[in-house]
């Protein structure tokens, strides 16, 4: 019987977490690895995993579709869901930046266009710093906007730095860090305790492995 319900986010991070799911004993068959199911049972039967974008995983757990979730803190940040972040996953490192073509704060008149899939990270940023600003909320290609006028800066998602430099612009300012978290229900903590201790005890010892790598 399926004991708990897993989110992982897809995408960048999909491949690492599946791997530390192995290791921690959460194995999905070849066959299910190459489908295109978005809710698969683990090969043991006790999981089931299901794969949703990664601003979806924070909802699927909030509202208790799915127990517990994995997915970087950017997205948690931006989601402000009422969860519990017990572990640090340690994959999946980036940095939440602001980026232009100077590298360096342009100089508006009025104010600072910036876009961004961040809206809610870059207004509290650019808010404690009193810094007026007009967000333009993309979904994608973020560094599109700066390179081509349409924002005088981004806030975005920095990994190796090769999407900023190939799109010609640099780093102004690290705002935050981010890695994967493993998120869980209030209700899932409480009522199945015993089983979302099991999954933290034994992601708990692949991601100690992984960090003494
Ligand atoms: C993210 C982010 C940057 C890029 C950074 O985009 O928004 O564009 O990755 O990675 P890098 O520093 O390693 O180059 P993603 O691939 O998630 O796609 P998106 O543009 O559709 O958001």
Do not use: W
């Not at 961004?116 to 940023?125: D, E, Q, S, V």
């Not at 981004?154 to 493993?182: F, H, M, Q, Y």
């Not at 869980?184 to 692949?206: C, D, H, I, P, T």
């Amino acid at each position: 019987m399926t004991e708990l319900t897993i989110a992982v986010a897809k995408g960048r991070m999909q491949d690492e977490a599946l791997r530390l799911l192995a290791r921690a004993g959460i194995r999905l068959s070849q066959a299910a690895l190459r489908s295109r199911r978005l809710a698969i049972e683990d090969e043991s039967g006790a999981h089931r995993l299901i794969f949703v974008k990664p601003s979806d995983v924070p909802v699927y757990v909030e509202h208790g579709i799915a127990d517990c979730g994995i997915v970087g803190r950017d997205v948690l940040l931006e989601s402000g869901a009422d969860l519990l972040q017990p572990l640090d996953l340690r994959i999946g490192y980036c940095r939440i930046a602001v980026a232009s073509g100077a590298g360096e704060f342009p100089k508006a008149t009025g104010a600072l266009r910036v876009a961004t899939k961040y809206p809610r990270i870059t207004a509290a940023h650019f808010g404690a710093r009193g810094v007026p600003v007009e967000i333009i909320q993309l979904s994608g290609s973020v560094e599109l906007a700066a390179a081509l006028g349409l924002a005088h800066c981004i806030v975005d998602l920095v990994e190796t730095g090769r999407t900023l430099s190939e799109n010609g612009l640099k780093v102004v300012e690290v705002i935050t860090e981010s890695s994967a978290r493993l998120v869980v229900n209030r209700a899932s903590y409480q009522l199945k305790a015993a089983a979302v201790s099991r999954l933290m005890g034994s992601l708990r010892v692949e991601t100690e492995v992984e960090g003494a790598a």
